[in-house]
């Protein structure tokens, strides 16, 4: 169908109409599509690799200057997780001992051992040993130890067995998930304040350990936050 406008000539409705893009719009727009399926496989990767044991660190268990055993120290010869870590019950953090510490004993007790070396040129010298660090939380994170262990949270909560470890290794996540669960289910971690270096402790004749732990929680008014604060100060 043809149609005459004022001034003459004639204008086709049939014509096709043709939209030029300019030059760049076509890479752009593959570029776009490329761009926004990468991006989906970096998140999944992100979430997979985020949420994978090697990631939260579980089974960490570095070497150390001093091959120290907790299985030997702790398990055989019975030693308190607070003659070395003195400061749990007073202060955030779960301090390394000084060099001294392990003098006490072996001043006298294995005085040539090569594997003591670095403990003898410790104490020599007033150097510190260069223990690596296991558990260690992200510095956005606080935690305080003694908050947790004056209100009867055990060492092996955290740690595991250390007693049964000839090395340290990380036994838990440590993730946010893992301590709102345990915020949310205290009567599941705690026992009495007294007995929180006992390892494999279980509560006194035939008391279910969750029955234990409701009393525990209800009697002692233990309520945990569980709001952000709590952890990112």
Known sequence: MDLEPEGGGTVSWNAPTRVIFPAWVDPAVKGAIALALAGGGYVTLLVAFG????????GYAPVQPVPYSHALHVGELGLD???????VE????????PTQTCMNCHSKVLTDSPLLAPVRESARTGRSVE??????????????HSAHVMRGVGC???HGRVDTMEVVRQEETLSMAWCVDCHRHPEERVRPPEQVT???WAPPGD?????????FVRRNHISPATDCSTCHR
């Not at 202060?91 to 001992?97: E, L, R, S, V, Y």
């Not at 223990?131 to 305080?144: E, G, I, S, T």
């Not at 008391?207 to 009393?215: I, K, S, T, V």
């Open 90 to 97: 007073t202060g955030a953090k779960a301090n390394i001992p």
């Open 156 to 158: 092996e909560e955290c």
């Open 198 to 200: 006992h390892m494999g």
């Open 81 to 87: 997780c607070r003659y070395c870590h003195t400061g």
């Open 131 to 144: 223990w690596v660090r296991v558990h260690d939380l992200p510095d956005y994170v606080f935690f305080n």
């Open 51 to 58: 949420a994978s044991p090697k990631t939260t660190d579980v």
């Open 207 to 215: 008391q279910d350990r969750a029955e234990f732990g409701r009393d």
